[in-house]
Nanobody, 115 residues
């Protein structure tokens, strides 16, 4: 079992920055890929970025050039640095981890970007 705890969401003005964190607890040694998705009410959950244990990253087009995902394996934590935020980035951001082929999700953290 893996338990994911997100933090760092909040209210920010357009053009501002936020850094999300997600700490993993439990059976952490089996975790391979960690990443972030987001969801707006009434819409499907959307992939944002992911990083593997070696540090290789992958981004959605909406995140490229503005968001940076990173990972500290010693702290079992993944980060999402979000810059140049736009009102359309407003969503609940969910951390996810792949543990021995099974996906785990955090409870989400709300990011609100005001115009």
């Amino acid at each position: 079992q893996v338990h994911l705890v997100e933090s760092g969401g909040g209210l920010v003005q357009a053009g501002g920055s936020l850094r999300l964190s997600c700490a993993a607890f439990g059976s952490i040694f089996g975790i391979s890929v960690m990443g972030w998705h987001r969801q707006v009410t009434g819409k499907e959950r959307e992939f944002i970025a992911r990083v593997n244990r070696a540090g290789s990253t992958d981004y959605a087009d909406s995140a490229k050039g503005r968001f940076i995902i990173s990972r500290d394996n010693s702290k079992n934590t993944v980060y999402l640095q979000m810059n140049s935020l736009k009102p359309e980035d407003t969503a609940v951001y969910y951390c996810n981890a792949n543990h021995l082929g099974s996906p785990y999700w955090g409870n989400g953290t709300l990011v609100t970007v005001s115009s």
